[in-house]
């Protein structure tokens, strides 16, 4: 047992790769699904998305923040060669990969980042017109360029707030661009609900499909606490069991975006004294 | 033995955790039997005939009570002969008496029928079974009676068996005692189902499961965690590798109430709560990463075990409880000691109230929980509940957190993956008379074909699959052989 980590690398100032052997996991994976992962005995059950899953080699990548104290211990404590408690899935519906046409998939955030290039490499394949737009904060936030969406992308955009790399921006200016020019048939997106929120507004009244990751706090991701419980289309649905990705025309996102921060008080509290541990131990 | 007993009414006693110090913490309430006192309470028992014993029917897997029990009178001198010749007995038709002695709803069941009822209190089956399995355990006598039941035989086929619950350790276990090679495969990262994630340490301590798994290790059966059978791998795939499978996914899906305000902040359902407080450890939290958060007004919806526990747990963690049903008390469907201990703990109970909304503070949190208020009628349901209607009035009641406990289904992911699988409206797998599901050679048993049941009937099934699907491989190898 244990899930052996088998490459690390950083990113940027807030984000990371990890790269986990999980065979049972990599053979069923399918773009739109993601994995639960917990680092050691005391650790909580953590939803991932996927960057990659090679069936060959039975290994998984990831991109990582470091946001709280799980995050935290995969940076400061997991180094390749040790293993993981435990790495379940793949979790969650896939998506339909099929020629729709022009694709976009929209990131500005590390979860995205990683669904980005899972979902376009596995839509060009079904021959579509991909279009990749990475959003990042600053120019210390933009990963290197191999793990990047270019080599799958078709037409690729970076952006920045302050456009200290790329356009300055925004994925939604790109994209309303891109609307404007007509060349986008379906939008995937993901990362952080704010913007996913003024996605849906962006792309409704074109009545363009717009699928994206409802991230919500997880316990189990199988279908079995209500945890990440939303409100599509008026109905109760698990964004673990029906999602992750759904139409975000449907979603209530203010509900969304309120309970992703349920918890906000115990993670902060937790947060600060994992620091002042490793402030402690001189690792920090 | 003509030894004629003289009748004593009254049970022997088992020794409980004060009230002051069990809200504080998570340990063990009822500290159950030592040897001297369970010779004393099976002393008690009237040694029925078992072709007549009404204990043994009343029992869902029929063990044989008067006899286990029998035994440590017959032994008493030698505790250790005792205990074992006990528990030899028990596994003949149970191999979990340490979860089922804490579990089971023996009012209604083994203890409800036992002829001493009729002079006194019944004898008290659930406690003498705890004691055999946790002397049992204490001393290694388990794995004594284990090395002398290896089976003889191996290798007679390959069966997986999918969730690790009662009901799939229990068809795991006899399989790999019938000769079979056994692989469980389990979606979450711990084995044992709602033993694991939903009853609390405060009622079956953890360490009990660890054993149990340990035996099943010791009998070569592998289990696989983090599998999620219809994601991970697909039924298809597990039937084209072995020659049966055993389904017992269990009913783990909380239903929720689709009223204003489900989505309000500190509104959990029950296997939320629990899974967080028990699997994760969420009430040893900072030291363990699962956070839960709880505010000092707790009310929780529904009236089962599972109410009880998640009460009890929040009542633990510092929170006033009240427990809130639209039904009466009499209708109550938790085990009558949960429903004691909850009261004794302090639990507030109403009842014939029904929710109808979740009324929020400006941040979204739960602030309070409106109810209709009920009548019930004369009327029963089939169930044998009476009915109840609303009155029209309502009321109003504060709480900053609010667990729902209003009843789990099965979790849908095997059935909308493999589409030959038959289910019912209700989500609950359709199977015969020998537990087969719509799918030759896919057999299934547990929660997961009655809804919510009990510990006991999954274990029953699992049992009962278990020779099903012995019978299925031989009949299918003599097929391929003619
Ligand atoms: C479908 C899905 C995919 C995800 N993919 C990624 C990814 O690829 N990379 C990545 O870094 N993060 C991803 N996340 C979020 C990830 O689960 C959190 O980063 C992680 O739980 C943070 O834990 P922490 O202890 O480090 O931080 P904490 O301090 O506990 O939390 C920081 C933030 O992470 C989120 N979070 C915390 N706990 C959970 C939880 N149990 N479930 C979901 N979100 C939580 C909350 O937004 C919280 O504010 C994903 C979440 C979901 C639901
Ligand atoms: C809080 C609570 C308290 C209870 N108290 C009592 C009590 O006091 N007495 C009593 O008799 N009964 C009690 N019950 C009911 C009892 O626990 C159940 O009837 C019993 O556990 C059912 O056993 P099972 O093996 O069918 O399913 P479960 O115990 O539910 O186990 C099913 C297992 O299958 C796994 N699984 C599900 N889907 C998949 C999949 N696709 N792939 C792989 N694995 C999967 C689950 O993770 C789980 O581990 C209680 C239930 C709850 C929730
Ligand atoms: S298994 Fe349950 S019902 Fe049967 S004798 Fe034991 S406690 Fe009683
Ligand atoms: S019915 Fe009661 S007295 Fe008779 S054998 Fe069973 S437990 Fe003993
Ligand atoms: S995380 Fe538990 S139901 Fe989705």
């Known amino acids: 047992m244990g899930y052996k980590i088998t490459a690390k690398e950083n990113l940027s100032v807030i984000d990371f790769f990890m790269e986990v052997e999980a065979p049972h996991v990599a053979r069923s994976w399918k773009p739109g699904q993601f994995i639960v992962l917990i680092v050691d005995e005391k650790g909580e059950r953590v939803p991932m998305s996927v960057y990659y899953a090679d069936k060959d080699t039975g290994r998984v990548g990831m991109f990582i923040r470091r946001h709280g104290v799980t995050t935290f211990k995969l940076w400061y404590e997991k180094q390749v060669g040790d293993e993981l408690l435990s790495v379940a899935g793949p979790l969650g519906k896939p998506i339909e990969v099929k020629h729709y046409g022009n694709v976009v998939f929209a990131a500005d955030a590390v979860c995205a980042q990683a669904e980005c290039y899972a979902t376009l490499k596995a839509m060009k394949e079904a021959g579509n017109y991909t279009i990749a737009i990475h959003s990042f904060e600053t120019k210390d936030h933009v990963y290197p360029e191999k793990f990047l969406s270019k080599p799958v992308a078709d037409e690729f955009y970076i952006t920045t707030e302050d456009g200290s790399v790329g356009r300055k921006g925004h994925y939604l200016d790109v ?45 189990d991701g199988t279908g079995m606490c209500g945890s990440c419980r939303i409100l599509y289309d008026g109905e109760i649905k698990f964004a673990c069991r029906d999602g992750p990705m ?3 025309h449907k979603v209530d996102w203010d509900d969304v975006i309120r309970r992703d921060s349920r918890f906000a008080e115990q993670q902060a509290f937790a947060r600060e004294r994992y620091l002042a541990k490793l402030r402690e131990k001189g690792v920090i | 033995m003509a030894v004629r007993r003289k009748l004593i009414k009254e049970r022997v006693p088992t020794p409980e955790v004060s009230v002051e110090e069990r809200v504080k913490s998570f340990v063990e309430v009822n500290l159950g039997y030592d040897f001297a006192s369970a010779v004393k309470e099976a002393e008690r028992c009237l040694q029925c005939p078992p072709e007549y014993a009404p204990c043994i029917k009343g029992c869902p897997v029929h063990i044989n009570i008067p006899g286990f029990i029998g035994k440590l009178v017959e032994y008493r001198d030698d505790p250790n002969k005792a205990v074992k010749e006990a528990l030899r007995v028990i596994w003949n038709d149970n191999t979990l008496p340490a979860v089922t002695g804490r579990v089971c709803p023996q009012e209604e069941q083994c203890e409800a029928p036992c002829v001493m009822n009729k002079v006194g209190d019944p004898i008290n089956i659930g406690k003498l079974e705890r004691f055999v399995a946790d002397y049992a355990r204490k001393n290694n006598i388990e794995d004594q009676l284990l090395e002398e039941m290896k089976p003889a035989v191996c290798g007679k086929g390959r069966v997986a068996v999918v969730g690790a619950g009662p009901a799939g350790l229990t068809c795991a276990g006899e399989l790999a005692k019938l000769g079979y090679d056994v692989t469980i495969f389990e979606a979450l990262h711990k084995p044992g189902g ?32 983090d599998h999620v059978v219809g994601k991970t791998v697909t039924l298809e795939e597990l039937l084209e590798e072995y020659d049966a499978v055993f389904i017992g996914t269990g009913a783990g899906t909380p239903k929720l109430l689709n009223i204003p305000g489900i989505l309000l902040d500190r509104i959990y359902s029950a296997n939320e709560f629990l899974t967080r407080v028990n699997l994760m450890k969420a009430y040893l939290f900072p030291e363990y990463d699962e956070p ?7 009310i929780v919806i529904g009236a089962g075990n599972t109410a009880m526990d998640a009460a009890r747990s ?26 004691q201990h909850a009261e004794e703990e302090g639990v507030k109970f109403e009842f014939f109230l029904n929710p109808v909304e979740f009324i929020g503070d400006e941040n979204g949190r739960v602030k309070a929980v409106k109810f209709e208020k009920m009548r019930p009628l004369e009327e029963r349901d089939k169930r044998g509940k009476r009915k109840i209607v609303g009155t ?82 031989e009949k299918k190898r003599a097929k391929a052989n003619a």
Request: proline share 4%.
């Open chain 2, 194 to 225: 709602v033993l694991i994630y939903g009853i609390p340490e405060f009622r079956l301590p953890k360490e009990i499961l660890d054993k149990e798994i340990e035996k099943l290790r010791k009998l070569g059966v592998e289990i696989k965690l």
């Open chain 1, 246 to 248: 759904f139409y975000a």
């Open chain 2, 292 to 298: 839960i958060a709880i505010g000092k007004k707790t």
């Open chain 2, 392 to 473: 029209g009035e309502y009321v109003t009641l504060e709480a900053d957190t609010v667990i729902i406990a209003i009843g789990l289904e099965p979790n849908r992911i095997i059935s909308e993956e493999a589409t030959g699988l038959k289910t019912n409206p209700d989500g609950t797998l359709v199977v015969d008379e020998n537990l087969m599901t719509s799918i030759p050679g896919v057999f299934a048993g547990g929660d997961a074909i009655r809804g919510e049941a009990t510990v006991i009937l999954a274990m029953g099934d699992g049992k009962r699959a278990a020779k099903a699907i012995c019978d299925y491989i």
């Open chain 1, 175 to 219: 994209l309303k661009e891109l609307i404007e020019q007509d060349k986008v048939d379906i939008v995937f997106a993901g990362g952080k609900l704010g913007s996913l929120k003024k996605l849906a507004e962006l792309t409704r009244p074109y009545g363009i499909p717009t699928i994206t990751t409802v991230r919500q706090i997880m316990v």
């Open chain 2, 314 to 339: 929040a009542l633990r963690l510092g929170s006033e409880v009240t427990i809130a049903y639209r039904r009466g008390r009499e209708d109550m469907t938790a085990r009558i000691e949960e429903i």
